[in-house]
């Protein structure tokens, strides 16, 4: 039995807790959700009507599964017993290794080398200290900006903040201090010749200075929910190697299947020099990120004057975490995941199309088991999440978007019902 009320639980929330892009304590109001199952969160009360939701978020893309999968479950509960968590300085242990190994395996060649960290915005460090460092150790210490589109988004630590858009992004605050970036603009929905020739330009003028491109292939997540065509992949992929540049490709969202392809990088058939995934890597249990890395990359660091990556942070290669991994992996993989996500598409197509016709909607998009509702305003978030939640969904709108990105195990009936939701938060908010 829960321990608090759920006005006593509130209290203490608005007192004490600051929650992720909110304001201080005591200016926003959660949800209570006491448990979860399936594609369902179990609210502690009901509110406006409901006690159940409909996760269409997944748990900010992760929770592929759906929540309390008996599968993971198991792993989790059976690592438990064995060993939560050990430093990975000077150790290693099964989870990890069958985990490494495993990335390797199901990501493009040729990556080779695993980074295991505890979360997408570290991975992405990682990512950039690698490229930094595979440069100074090569004795051309002046190639260590970093050039990216615009409208991405990267994380909320400093250097990942510094690859977000520092116009229309989140971390706009703190442009002047971050490093200083180099910015191509955000690619168009559309293949175009003019926007592929400027991207070479660009690339060409700085390389220079240039470590690594980072961008996040096919779909710009939270810094907008854009679709892009996988050829400006192959174009960055082209100057990148006449330019001598490295390139990183940010799968944290994208990976693990929910473009339609098991890594969106595939749809390009072209592979990175460095890469992230994280957020359903362990299908949303416990967080834990990655970064692959090429031969090349570490050959060329472990020539340097510093000859290691000196990255360890505390819960490194977490043995819970890298045991729910490889479990969730294996659920993906041995079932038909791309009938799954073909299904949720075809369901999203269905379900929002009738928001093209809603006043103030300028677009609607839908990709793999991704659907965009864009305004031609900002979103009323309050509004658009009351009015999502009546029809008994999640949805955590923001800007001028609605959008969601359901568990794969979410039913015909459920995406049906995230449909309604979209319109009334589209209508509403
Ligand atoms: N890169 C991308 C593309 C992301 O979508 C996110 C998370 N929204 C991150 C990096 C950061 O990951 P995390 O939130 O786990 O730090």
Not at 281 to 286: A, P, Q
Not at 316 to 333: D, E, K, T, Y
Not at 361 to 390: F, K, P
Request: with cysteine; aromatic share 6%; net charge negative.
């Amino acid at each position: 039995m829960p321990e608090l009320t759920p006005d006593r639980l509130l209290a203490l929330d608005r007192a004490h807790v600051w929650h992720p892009y909110g304001p201080m304590p005591g200016r926003t109001e959660p949800l209570v959700v006491r448990s979860a199952s399936g594609v369902r969160l179990r609210l502690a009360e009901e509110t406006h009507g409901q006690r159940e939701l409909v996760d269409g978020m997944a748990s900010w893309w992760s929770a592929v599964h759906g929540y309390n999968h008996p599968v993971l479950n198991a792993a989790a509960r059976d690592q438990l017993e064995r060993m939560s968590h050990v430093m990975f300085g000077g150790l290693t242990h099964e989870p990890a290794v069958l985990l490494a190994t495993k990335l390797v395996e199901i990501t493009p060649e040729p990556l080779r080398h695993v980074f295991l960290a505890d979360s997408g915005s570290v991975s992405v460090e990682v990512a950039v200290k690698m490229c930094l460092q595979y440069w100074r150790s090569l004795g051309r210490p002046a190639k260590r900006r970093l050039l990216t589109w615009r409208g991405g988004y990267h994380g909320d630590t400093w250097q990942p903040m510094s690859v977000c858009d520092p116009e229309g992004g989140m971390h706009g605050l703190w442009s002047g201090v971050l490093p200083r970036q180099v910015f191509a603009g955000a690619p168009p929905a559309t293949y175009e010749e003019d926007y592929a020739d400027g991207l070479r330009a660009l690339i060409a003028r700085h390389a220079d200075e240039l470590a690594a491109v980072i961008v996040e292939p096919v779909v710009q997540g939270a810094g907008g929910m854009r679709f892009h065509p996988p050829g400006y992949l192959r174009v960055l992929r082209e100057a990148c190697d006449e330019h001598g540049v490295l390139l990183v490709f940010d799968e944290i969202a994208t990976g693990f299947g929910r473009t339609g392809t098991l890594f969106a990088a595939e749809q390009a058939a072209v592979s990175p020099d460095v890469m992230c995934v994280g957020k359903a890597l362990t299908g949303g249990y416990l967080t834990m990120a990655a970064t692959l890395c090429t031969a090349r990359i570490a050959e060329g660091i472990a020539r340097g004057e510093v000859p290691v990556l000196a990255h360890g942070p505390t819960y490194m290669g977490n043995p819970l975490a890298a045991a729910v991994a490889n479990a969730s992996i294996g659920l993906l993989l041995g079932q038909d995941w791309q009938g799954e996500v073909k299904r949720i598409e075809a369901g999203l197509r269905d379900s929002l199309a009738e928001a093209a016709s809603v006043p103030g909607v300028r677009d609607v998009r839908v990709l793999g088991a991704i659907g965009v509702v864009q305004l031609d305003h900002e979103v009323d978030m309050a509004a658009a999440t009351r009015a999502a939640v009546r029809e008994g969904v999640w949805l955590r709108p923001f800007r001028d978007l609605i959008y969601t990105m359901p568990p794969y195990v979410t039913d015909d009936e459920d995406l049906a019902r995230i449909g309604r939701a979209v319109l009334a938060a589209a209508r509403e908010g």
